[in-house]
């Protein structure tokens, strides 16, 4: 019988993860590709980065239980030329807010969801959406750690119901038996793992 611990992970420590494989990413999007198209339809780069910048910003107030508005994405490369630094040093607020004592407990938002499936959600958008901008902009994908992908798929079970009804997971794509764990979990939010490997396969050529 296997008598060893399983590790719990805090939120915290996987956004802090996860933050460290999205501030190259974020630094390496260069100002020519703002225009370009992503695997989110609805965002090209300059739009993907304005949201996860206000993702990245509401959820350090989940995080605090305080309030949070979603609507209305600012423009944050139009605000700042230092918009990239900015991003990178709201992530770093994310991960303070989420490691702060009590962040995890108890619910948080307007709909009361336990507090540690939000942060899991802050997590999934860094996660994802970093994936997302380094695909768009032809950077090496940045992956993520085995603990993150691990938290990420309780969620997704959790949330891909609801977030399908609403238009924010796409349906499931057909992904190989070599695919990944981390490839399985972007195909379960309706993102095709290979998005813009082709392109990127024949500009080397």
Do not use: N
């Amino acid at each position: 019988m296997d008598t060893k611990a399983v590790k719990t992970h805090g939120i915290g420590e996987l956004l802090a993860l996860a933050s460290r494989r999205a501030v190259p990413v974020v630094r390496g999007i260069p100002d020519a590709a703002l225009g370009a198209p992503t695997p989110c339809a609805e965002y090209d780069v300059r739009a993907l980065a304005g949201h996860l910048f206000q993702v990245i910003v509401q959820f350090q107030r989940l995080a605090a239980k305080e309030a949070s508005d979603f609507s209305g994405a600012a423009d944050v490369v139009a605000e700042s030329p230092d918009w990239r630094e900015r991003l990178v040093g709201e992530a770093d607020r994310l991960v303070a807010a989420w490691s702060a004592p009590g962040a995890e407990e108890g619910t948080t938002g307007a709909m009361g969801m336990p507090a540690r499936l939000v942060g899991s959600m802050a997590l999934l958008d860094l996660t994802v959406h970093v994936w997302d901008l380094a695909r768009a902009t032809g950077q090496d994908d940045p992956g993520a750690d085995e603990a993150v992908v691990a938290e990420l798929a309780g969620a997704v079970d959790q949330l891909a119901p609801t977030a399908r009804k609403m238009g924010v997971f796409g349906e499931p794509v057909p992904v190989g038996e070599d695919a990944s764990a981390f490839e399985r979990l972007l195909a379960r939010t309706g993102r095709a793992p290979s998005w813009g490997r082709t392109a990127q396969a024949s500009s080397r050529e």
